[in-house]
């Protein structure tokens, strides 16, 4: 659990911003802090991800729902991360991986529902035509026409909501979760600022990494994208 | 530093762990004083508005000329794909040691930044995507009249963005708010503190108390802007805005 800095220590802590001696020899630490990270990362965007394709499914079957839908997701976006960490933190208990993930994964629904909707709404209306002429059911016509259409649209989505669950994953260590989070926090109270320096810069350059990543994985994914923007240049 | 660092003293809200929610939050004495309720929400409240005036500042008058003269339209695209993703947390962490080291002490300087890198890209976004794409045909015809161009700016382009861009201002003075409390666990105070506290104290009321205020604070905010948006813009300007498709969440 973290606690306020004690002021003294900090008032008289020397040390420089790192100390590279630490890193190496805390590495296990530093690493275990990264596999947390990612762990947690991974499991609200999974979960983000079930929860959005069902919304998202409900939304594009039911037009009207889709103005309740982004009603309620931009009002969790907007919810306070302290307050949300808080609150749950009662509920499920500060040991539980649950208390961390459940409000990372609420966070991810505003921006992967948006981009899944308008990634299904670009496909046009001619190919839909052509699947259903060809003769196609309409599940087999989303699953091999509609939805790889639609991949670039929820991969941008995926990208964007990753790279900012990867940055609030470092709230979650208020709740003593939090992976790099924690090594931020542990810095902090001894006034020792190598792991702070250490956990705040590898939470960017992950969420760096994870963007690359992904971008990477949306060019296997969908090569006729590039194909088509190498033959109209 | 030493005097810097007093300044800075996060200091402990003390309440008795069985005193229940209600006879907190609603007795006088928690409220007044400098250890008070209304002294962390000042805090809380003059940072916020401190670092989103300086972000409209910055970001209006230059996305609203690059738009104007048709630059940066690639830079602005790619700070749609970090917009949503400032590591405000990180950054202010990182800023820690290094504002101690200078001796300005653990705020509000390190999460000022981080919050003004945070509150920046809406803003930006939505006024240059806001004056973007006002219609080529008007900003021709008020060409035509003989205005000048920075009368177009101001007068055409900038009056028929007002509603987006005051959106874009919401957005980022909402997620200020809802992101400040962090700078209570990073050795600040703010309406955070209450929150830190009563984990630190295992002290469930205050934490309640932290998250009661912290959303209610987020929700005013939003309020506010509701009213502020109804009050300045002109009737026809809001229509238009809602013909336009207000494209911020």
Redesign the interface.
């Known amino acids: 659990m973290s606690s306020a800095p004690i002021p003294s220590l900090i008032a008289e802590a020397t040390n420089p911003i790192i100390r590279w001696e630490w890193v190496v020899e805390e590495w296990d630490q530093v690493w275990d802090a990264i596999v947390e990270h990612l762990i947690l990362t991974m499991l609200a965007m999974l979960m983000g991800l079930v929860v959005s394709a069902i919304l998202a499914a409900i939304a594009l079957r039911f037009r009207w729902t889709m103005t309740p839908i982004t009603a309620t997701t931009s009002l969790i976006y907007t919810l306070p991360s302290v307050a949300l960490f808080a609150l749950l933190a009662p509920v499920f208990g500060n040991l539980s991986r649950w208390t961390a993930v459940l409000p990372l994964a609420a966070y991810t629904l505003l921006i992967l529902v948006t981009n899944i909707v308008a990634g299904f709404q670009a496909v046009p209306a001619s190919v839909r035509d052509a699947a259903d002429g060809m003769g196609m059911s309409p599940m087999r016509r989303v699953w091999s026409v509609d939805l790889p259409l639609a991949v670039p649209y929820i991969l941008t989505g995926i990208r964007i909501a990753a790279v900012s669950t990867v940055g609030l994953v470092t709230v979650a260590a208020i709740i003593g979760q939090g992976g790099l989070g924690r090594l931020i926090f542990s810095g902090l109270r001894r006034a020792f600022w190598t792991p702070m320096t250490v956990g705040a810069s590898l939470s960017i350059a992950l969420a760096l990494v994870i963007d690359a990543l992904i971008i990477l994985v949306g060019l296997w994914l969908v090569p006729w994208q590039r194909r088509r923007k190498a033959a109209t240049r | 530093?030493?005097g810097a660092?007093?300044a800075?003293?996060?200091s402990?809200t003390a309440v008795p762990r069985d005193i229940g929610f209600f006879e907190w939050f609603f007795d006088p004495d928690t409220w007044t004083g400098p250890d008070g309720i209304l002294a962390s929400l000042v805090d809380t409240v003059v940072l916020c508005a401190a670092v989103t005036l300086v972000a409209v500042a910055v970001s209006v008058p230059t996305a609203a000329l690059l738009a104007h003269l048709r630059r940066a339209e690639v830079s602005s695209t790619w700070l749609v794909?970090?917009?949503?993703?400032?590591?405000?947390?990180?950054?202010a962490?990182?800023l820690?040691?290094?504002s101690?080291?200078r001796g300005w002490g653990f705020e509000p300087w390190p999460i000022f930044i981080a919050l003004f890198l945070l509150a920046v890209v809406p803003i930006y976004l939505n006024t240059y995507t806001a004056i973007r794409q006002q219609p080529e045909g008007t900003v021709e015809a008020a060409r035509a009249l003989g205005y000048s161009e920075r009368s177009i700016l101001t007068k055409v382009e900038f009056a028929l963005a007002s509603s987006l861009i005051l959106a874009g201002i919401r957005v980022a003075a909402?997620?200020v708010?809802?992101?400040e409390?962090?700078r209570?666990?990073?050795?600040g105070d703010g309406l955070?503190r209450y929150?830190?506290?009563?984990?630190?104290q295992?002290n469930?009321t205050l934490?309640i108390g932290?998250?009661v205020l912290?959303?209610g604070l987020?929700a005013l905010t939003?309020l506010t802007f509701v009213a502020l948006e109804r009050l300045v813009l002109p009737n026809g300007v809001r229509r238009l805005a809602r013909q336009q498709g207000d494209k911020t969440?």
């Open positions: 530093m030493i660092m007093a800075a003293r996060p402990q794909s970090i917009s949503r993703a400032v590591p405000t947390f990180a950054i962490a990182l820690v040691p290094w101690l080291e909402i997620q708010v809802a992101t409390p962090i209570a666990f990073l050795g955070g929150v830190r506290d009563g984990f630190g295992n469930n934490v932290g998250i912290i959303g987020a939003g969440p």
